[in-house]
Every structure is written in structure tokens, then in C-alpha cells.
């Protein structure tokens, strides 16, 4: 049925967020560091990586739409999401841990390895786990007060996994043997997805489903053109997206800035704690803040501290007190972006119901995950063809004085446009003030139906 009856615990709403502490523990390190790995560990051409990068995002994209719709069209006796991440968090953690066991052989094997390493993780396991989780909040429960509070929390637990991770994975890889040892950083991730393993099983416990998905989209093609005609879920997507690209700067580019440019990479740990701390705290406090003020109302105040955030940045000297008090600024602006936008998601749900007839749940989640990563690998891929471009040397000790301009350019530009277009966005998304008259008008049409 799809009534929701039964009041959600706050207990429920804080395990179900922290799912998020296990897909992060792996893909934090993975979207930060492999890159990195890649080209300082393992020295291969930056240009060359971008390549493999780009062309395992185009799968991946497609995959987020496969994955979506087998969660909407299939259920089983733990229901839709459940089952998966029974079935397949295990599998998720081994094939992370793959990633970083490249075989030191030709340089076409090496390449041969990523691909089918990284698409086996990103494309396929982790891709099928994280759609069920995000898509969960969904049905567990219709209340949109729930509902956002469910996925803000687990916008608070990825945010704090974020910020750990980065300030403890170069001292535990430098535990285990050092940053040029790959056995390092297979053992560090061993660690992390052993971690990761706990939360996620605690979801499965305790966490329930009660809402069923009653008219799912007969196949992927309807789905797709479900979300396609919700304008809304456009707005919502660029928002996601934008979020997504802000992430990437902070947790990626950074590890290139913060060694090439402010030479020491021992600052990444204080720098994402900036950048993500806030977030965490608004995480915290945006259930509360829901009460008195709308979804895009914080979005768009977050995203004018970013702006100013970012123009200081530029305008100052390359210190460390202007990073990390522009940082801590940006991070909150951060935070309101990165909180708000799969509650966003959740309010288009609705409204895509209300327009087509068809509630498409995980497929509207995977179809946004489809621009955040294909965006992602888009941005790493053309951050990789630019470290090619600039003359980037991962075995150099130091970078040539056009390759620290190029990378300090890229890190403080890149993160301003994309804030400015996520200001011109949030501006007309209004669906959070008209989705309760969606919602009646749904009833309202149900109730007939059955009369």
C-alpha cells in the first residue's frame, strides 16, 4: 500500500543517514585520492587517465539510469532497496580495494586494469548500492518533513565521513609504508571499507521500508522521459550537479593545490575540515531550520557566501589563514547546497507524479546522479588533460613555475563560475512552496480513483 501510517523515529532517520559513513569511507578516499594515486603513486600520464576517466563516466551515466530502474520495477521480501544492499555491499568493498592493486606491467595492461577496476567499483557496485540507499528515504516514508530530515542526515554523515577521512588517510598511509607505496594505500582502504561495512548493515537491521512503489515506470525509456518533462527536477539536478563540482574542487583538485601550489599536502586535513565542517553543524541544524524557513531560501543564502567566499580567495595573497578562512566561509555556503539537494530531489518526486501520472522514485535519483557523475568524471578528466597540458610530473619533486600558476588558476576560478551558476538556478526553483498543493491534488485524484 502506499499509505504511510507509521511516524518514522529519530533513531530511524539517524541510521538510515548513517549508511552514508560506509559508501563514504570508500568513495571519499576514491574520488580524493585516485587520481592522485594514479599519476604520483603509480606515474601514470595524467592526460592518459583523464582519457580512461571520461570514457568510464559515459557507462557510468548509463548505468545510474539502469540502476534506478531496477529498484523502482523489482521488490523482493525486504522490499526494493533493502535487497541490494544485502546482496551487494560486500561485493562494493572488495572491488574498491581492486582499484589500487594495479599490476606494476606494460603500460597497456596498466590501463586495461583501471578501466575494468574502476568501472567494476564506480560504474557497477558502488553505483547499484548508493542508488538503493539514496533511493530509500523514498520508501520509507510519503512525509516530506521526514523524508528531508532522513536525507539531510545522510548529507551530515557524508560530510563528516569526508572530513575524517581526509585528515586521517595520509597519516594511516604513511602508517602502513609511505604515500609512493601502493601496499599503503591497499591497506588503508582494506581499513576504511572493513569500517564502512557496519553502518551499511545497520540500515539493513533496522531500517524499514513502508512505502510502496505503486505504478512504477513500465521500463527505462518511460522513467527517463518522466524526469525529462519535470522541470523541477532540472532545477534540482543543476543544484546536485553544482554541489557535486564544489565537492570535486575541495576533495581532489585540492590535493594537487595544497602539494604543487601552497606546497604541503599535510594541509588537506585542515582544509576539508573547512570546507566540510560547517556542513556537518548545518546538517545538524537544518531539520530545525526547515520549520522556519524553505529549502531554497538557505540554498540561495549559502550560495552568496560561497561567491563572496571564492572572490576573497582570489583577490588574497596564497596563505594559509586566507585558505582556510575562505574555506570555512565557502564550506558554509556548502553546506546549505550540499544538505539541501537530495531533499530537493524529493520534493520532484511529487510534483513528476502530479504532472505524468508515474511516480518515479530511484529513477529520479539516478537520473540526477547521472549529470553529478558524469560532471565529476568530466571535471577530474579535464583537470587531468590540464595537468598533462601545464607539463604536470608526478615523479618531480617540484612543479615548474607554469604548472603551479595553471593548477592555481584552475582551483580558484573553476569553483566561482559554478557557484554563479548555481545562483542563477536556486532563483527560480519554488517546487517546496507549491508541492503540498501537488500532494492534495494527488490524493484528491486517488480518492476518486478508488471511489
Request: aromatic share 12%; proline share 3%.
Amino acid at each position: 500500500m502506499s499509505k504511510d501510517t507509521n511516524k518514522i523515529s529519530m533513531l530511524e532517520k539517524i541510521i538510515y543517514g548513517s549508511g552514508d559513513v560506509g559508501l563514504n569511507a570508500m568513495y571519499t578516499l576514491f574520488s580524493s585520492y585516485v587520481l592522485f594515486f594514479y599519476t604520483d603513486v603509480i606515474l601514470m600520464n595524467a592526460a592518459l587517465i583523464g582519457t580512461v576517466i571520461m570514457i568510464s563516466k559515459l557507462f557510468d551515466g548509463v548505468s545510474d539510469l539502469l540502476a534506478g530502474q531496477l529498484i523502482d520495477t523489482h521488490k523482493s521480501k525486504g522490499g526494493h532497496c533493502i535487497p541490494v544492499l544485502l546482496k551487494w555491499t560486500l561485493p562494493m568493498v572488495a572491488s574498491v580495494v581492486l582499484v589500487f592493486t594495479v599490476p606494476d606491467s606494460t603500460v597497456a595492461v596498466r590501463v586495461a586494469y583501471i578501466f575494468v577496476t574502476y568501472n567494476l567499483f564506480n560504474t557497477v557496485l558502488y553505483t547499484y548500492v548508493c542508488m538503493a540507499h539514496g533511493s530509500l528515504a523514498t520508501y520509507v516514508t510519503r512525509n516530506s518533513e521526514d523524508r528531508s530530515q532522513m536525507l539531510i542526515f545522510k548529507m551530515l554523515f557524508a560530510a563528516l565521513t569526508q572530513t575524517i577521512m581526509a585528515s586521517v588517510m595520509l597519516p594511516m598511509v604513511n602508517f602502513f609504508g609511505g604515500q609512493q607505496s601502493q601496499g599503503a594505500w591497499i591497506k588503508s582502504i582494506l581499513v576504511f571499507g572493513i569500517i564502512g561495512l557496519v553502518p551499511l548493515a545497520l540500515n539493513i537491521l533496522l531500517v524499514k521500508e513502508r512505502v510502496d512503489n505503486e505504478a512504477p515506470p513500465e521500463n527505462i525509456i518511460q522513467g527517463v522521459k518522466c524526469a525529462v518533462v519535470n522541470k523541477y527536477w532540472w532545477m534540482a539536478f543543476v543544484v546536485n550537479l553544482c554541489a557535486n563540482f564544489i565537492l570535486t574542487f575541495n576533495l581532489s583538485v585540492s590535493v594537487y593545490y595544497l602539494n604543487s601550489v601552497m606546497g604541503n599536502m599535510g594541509l588537506m586535513g585542515t582544509f576539508v575540515a573547512c570546507s566540510n565542517m560547517p556542513g556537518v553543524v548545518l546538517c545538524v541544524v537544518c531539520p530545525f531550520l526547515l520549520k522556519k524557513f524553505t529549502k531554497r531560501q538557505m540554498v540561495l543564502f549559502g550560495t552568496v557566501l560561497m561567491v563572496i567566499a571564492q572572490i576573497v580567495f582570489i583577490a588574497g595573497p596564497n596563505t594559509v589563514p586566507i585558505l582556510f578562512a575562505t574555506a570555512l566561509v565557502r564550506g558554509i555556503g556548502m553546506g546549505f547546497a550540499m544538505g539541501m539537494a537530495g531533499a530537493l530531489i524529493g520534493d520532484c518526486i511529487d510534483y513528476g507524479e502530479w504532472k505524468t501520472g508515474t511516480r518515479v522514485q530511484s529513477v529520479l535519483f539516478s537520473a540526477s546522479s547521472v549529470g553529478a557523475k558524469v560532471g565529476q568524471g568530466a571535471l577530474t578528466a579535464v583537470f587531468g588533460f590540464i595537468l598533462a597540458a601545464i607539463g604536470y610530473d608526478g615523479a618531480a619533486a617540484t612543479q615548474a613555475a607554469g604548472t603551479i600558476s595553471g593548477i592555481n588558476g584552475f582551483f580558484k576560478f573553476g569553483p566561482l563560475v559554478v557557484a554563479l551558476i548555481l545562483l542563477v538556478d536556486i532563483w527560480f526553483l519554488d517546487v517546496e512552496t507549491k508541492n503540498p498543493q501537488y500532494i492534495k491534488e494527488l490524493e484528491e485524484r486517488k480518492a476518486r480513483a478508488k471511489a
